[in-house]
């Protein structure tokens, strides 16, 4: 492992692995990457993947409008000649009363002034000529649009590593940054079990673990760890075109593109803000009562395998991205569900701060860690 870098990224998930990648593409001829355990191992390689366009606030409407574009080019990009499995079967975001429709509309509204002109919100009769398996008792209608979908987690980490191994990125896996300090000359010392590395440059996409690390240059980071689980199916034949998320139920599910069914429950209550990893019964049991609900004409299907892994929340589920009141030391964490899609974008912003000290985006400064001394948060109320 160097010795001395122009650049630390800690965290081998999709941000880490885009900031890396990123960097390198930029000019960086010395980039370090540190993860902990392996690449994917944790909140990308746990996740749904869901990638989409429908959120309700302008920043992350217009992250994930040039997000798309990238994720469309990225095995281009990358030199990636595998499957990515980026599919467009689109989203359906559920509402089961008036108040969640209206929602729903406003976010339509917004989608729509932003560009993203194919966002529509639809009855539940439209709904059900798109899944005719789903069951729409009681939905009032839903937020649709047919460019979203979903992705591997594994294969867009792969591709980024590879292509910035390829840049001259080195990749150290099993390599845990356990402390990190400010030394006289302005530059960071950090810390692994496999030894110490010089560098000037910090960048954390670590999750809820950079709390952890920001701490150790006296920060406090307003993010915490909350466990969410997923199962998934054996496989069927396919029959779900689209990704189908319901705020009423906290439920997100699709089908993969081998015919499983994935599904998961967000919101979980009483969870509390550890790093417990643990899948547990009890997730079980409330599940798949409400994928029978959602999915009576395949209630006798079985469940392969059952996950957990951790969301990194923050006070408005929104992300913490950029600069910090510590010189050359950077954030992108604090994802709150909805980080694996904004990865490819993300990166290259961050990489435009680093170098350039702005990036093309301006709105990106509203998810600053500043806006937590300020008051002025930003609620995502698209999150599931």
């Not at 979203?148 to 191994?165: L, M, R, S, T």
């Not at 906290?250 to 919101?267: E, S």
């Not at 030391?329 to 709150?336: A, C, I, R």
């Amino acid at each position: 492992m160097k010795s001395i870098a122009e650049a630390v990224v800690i965290g081998g998930g999709v941000h880490g692995c885009s900031v890396a990648y990123n960097l390198a593409k930029k000019g960086m001829k010395d980039v370090v990457l540190l993860e902990k355990d392996y690449l994917a191992s944790g909140a990308t390689g746990r996740c749904a993947a869901g990638i989409r366009r429908q959120f309700g606030t302008e920043i992350n409407c217009l992250l994930m409008k040039e997000g798309m574009e990238i994720l469309e080019n990225l095995n281009e990009e990358l030199g990636w000649e595998g499957d990515l499995e980026i599919t467009h079967g689109g989203y359906i975001w559920l509402a089961y009363n008036d108040s969640q429709a209206e929602q729903l509309i406003e976010n339509v509204k917004l989608q729509n002034s932003l560009g993203i002109t194919d966002s529509v919100f639809l009855g539940p009769e439209e709904i059900k000529e798109i899944a005719p398996l789903f069951n729409t008792d009681g939905v009032v209608g839903g937020s649709f649009n047919p460019k979203d979908g979903h992705a591997n987690p594994f294969h867009i980490v792969f591709a980024y590593a590879n292509a910035a191994k390829k840049l001259g990125v080195e990749v150290n896996t099993h390599t845990e940054a356990t402390d990190i300090k400010i030394m006289s000359s302005g530059r960071f010392k950090v810390t692994t079990n496999k030894g110490a590395i010089e560098t000037p440059i910090i960048v954390v996409c670590a999750g809820a673990y950079g709390k952890k690390l920001g701490a150790m240059v006296g920060l406090d980071i307003p993010v915490y760890p909350e466990r969410h689980q997923i199962f998934v199916t054996e496989p069927i034949e396919y029959f779900l075109p689209c990704m189908f998320l319901s705020s009423q139920h906290g439920t997100y599910f699709k089908q993969n593109p081998n015919g499983t069914i994935l599904m998961g429950v967000g919101d979980p209550e009483n969870e509390p803000k550890e790093f417990n990893i643990d899948a547990s019964w009890p997730f079980i049991e409330d599940a798949v009562k409400k994928f029978v609900f959602h999915m009576p004409a395949i209630k006798d299907v079985r469940i392969m395998r059952h996950w957990a892994g951790l969301y990194d929340m923050t006070p408005d589920s929104q992300a913490i991205i950029g600069t910090t009141p510590v010189e050359g030391f950077y954030l992108d964490l604090g994802w709150s569900g909805h980080g694996f899609q904004m990865g490819p974008v993300v990166g290259r912003l961050l990489t435009e701060i680093i170098t350039e000290g702005k990036c093309h985006l301006p709105q990106l400064e509203m998810l600053n860690l500043r806006r937590y001394e300020t008051g002025e948060l930003v609620f995502e109320p698209a999150c599931v």
